[in-house]
């Protein structure tokens, strides 16, 4: 079991979250190309190590978190909301 | 030449190349033993009913290889066509079978939809009643479809290669690959340089690790695919079952023990940890399908790697560097292919040219965007 320590709701279970993948930039729809659009969404660095990436909390505050993970030991680093705030606001 | 991974893949490679080509200074490397990876650690399943007409004739020729690869090896590879059964338990998964079917049958390979009594007289353990979470509404029925002795394919192409003048190096690791000019120079091991003009990868789970080494980029990415085996019991179960509703395969081997499999771990990872988790889900999917296993025992899990593409193909042939070629992205299907891929990027090889059957299997199809989409036969398939 891997537990991640959500930013909004603690630690929990990895199975309560949905792995996106990699952590890429998106290319702007209207001025990118083919080649360009193509390779953001098939090309993988897919590193043997630590890669940062991004993951759902769908069964908790369904936040999207960018997470730094080890691919080898799935060690966990730093986690915190992609928006980049502190988090959600009050409900 | 170099051929990186002495897996099924890499094997038959070199041992197509020697047989049918004559081309015998061949160096096999490996960073651990012949068949220690993901061809030592999949399921033993073998079938060719999968959903595009692409995927359809280049199972369809790695099956017809492994049916007399027993003969030509001369080793037993213990191949039983016991028949292999994909449960639909909705009515889009029946639609994907009736289309599966079609598809199949068009390609000349033995395949059809059959219904609950049919199943119920092929596996008389399993539920077919209306009374379960998931009822079993019919099944694809793919009669040449079977379990093999995958060890036993390893070994036969190792020894086939070997006598033929292969050279198989274990505990070999490539750390290093040298392009100059655009074209590949040769590797670099831990126990030193090989030069050659032409480098094959054909490792499985290490696929983007090597690329990288060579400079070209994949659209590859590796997870775990847990599996696990019962003790020995009485032959209850003659046909390899498969439920993409519950995401579980089943077979017996012929000592008796019962195999399970899942789909892939949920996230991209190099561990080969098995978890608990992955063995609670699954027991609990086998039982669904047969409540009378109840009482057997696990002996043991494991996991290997899986190098998962985004159209659930593999990537063969040329890439931008000369000389350096991939049979690579096997994804959870690559122990079935390994006869027709080694065919294949022999002749590859030996002609330059590539042949028809892995023509739609190019890397530069990520570029063009014809993708061979076999999620449909692939994700859970076996």
């Known amino acids: 079991m891997i537990l991640l320590p959500c930013p909004h709701c603690g630690p929990r279970n990895a199975s309560e979250f949905r792995y996106v993948g990699e952590l890429a930039h998106r290319p702007d729809p209207n001025t990118t190309g083919t080649g360009e659009w193509r390779a953001y969404l098939y090309l993988k660095r897919n590193p043997a190590g630590w890669t940062t990436e991004t993951w759902l909390h769908r069964a908790g505050c369904r936040r999207f978190l960018v997470v730094e993970r080890h691919t080898v030991t799935n060690e966990v680093g730093s986690v915190r909301d992609a928006a980049g705030g502190a988090g959600p606001s009050d409900p | ?382």
């Open chain 2, 1 to 382: 030449m170099v051929i990186v991974g002495a897996g099924v893949h890499g094997l038959a490679t070199a041992y197509h190349l020697a047989a049918r080509h004559g081309i015998t200074r061949v160096a096999v490397l490996d960073k651990g033993y012949v068949g220690g990876g993901g061809s030592g650690r999949n399921t033993a399943i073998l079938r060719s009913n999968y959903l595009t007409p692409e995927g359809v004739a280049f199972y369809d020729r790695s099956l017809k290889l492994y049916e007399r690869l027993a003969t030509e090896l001369n080793f037993n590879v213990m191949f039983s066509q016991r028949g292999h059964l994909t449960l639909a338990h909705n009515d889009s998964s029946l639609r994907t079978m009736r289309w599966r079917a079609e598809v199949n049958k068009l390609a000349g390979v033995d395949s059809e939809v059959i219904g609950p009594a049919e199943i119920k007289a092929l596996v008389p353990l399993m539920d077919t009643s209306e009374q379960t979470r998931y009822p079993i509404l019919g099944a694809l029925y793919h009669p040449p479809g079977g379990i093999i002795r995958h060890d036993a394919v390893n070994w036969g192409y190792a020894r086939a290669a070997d006598a033929l003048g292969v050279q198989i190096h274990q505990n070999t690791e490539v750390v290093g690959i040298d392009v100059a000019g655009g074209r590949v120079r040769g590797v670099r091991t831990s126990q030193g340089p090989i030069a050659a003009p032409v480098v094959v990868n054909c490792t499985a789970g290490w696929a983007s690790l090597i690329a990288a080494m060579a400079g070209v980029g994949l659209p590859i990415m590796t997870h775990p695919l847990q599996a696990a085996v019962t003790e020995p019991v009485k032959v209850f179960l003659d046909t390899v079952v498969v439920s993409g509703t519950l995401h579980v395969y089943v077979s017996q081997t012929d000592r008796g023990e019962v195999v399970f499999g899942a789909s892939v771990d949920p996230f991209a990872s190099y561990s080969m940890r098995a978890s608990l988790e992955f063995l609670e889900e699954v027991a609990g999917h086998v039982l669904q399908l047969m409540p009378s296993l109840a009482k057997l025992r696990v002996l043991r899990q494991w996991a290997g790697l899986c190098d998962m593409t985004p159209d659930y193909s593999p990537i063969i042939g040329t890439t931008p560097v000369e000389g350096f070629l991939v049979d690579v992205g096997w994804g959870t299907y690559g122990f079935k292919a390994g006869p027709a891929a080694g065919e294949a990027v022999a002749e590859l090889v030996a002609t330059g040219r590539v042949p028809d059957l892995i023509a739609g299997f190019e890397l530069a199809r990520f570029g063009t965007g014809r993708l061979v989409g076999e999620k449909g036969a692939a994700a859970v398939g076996h």
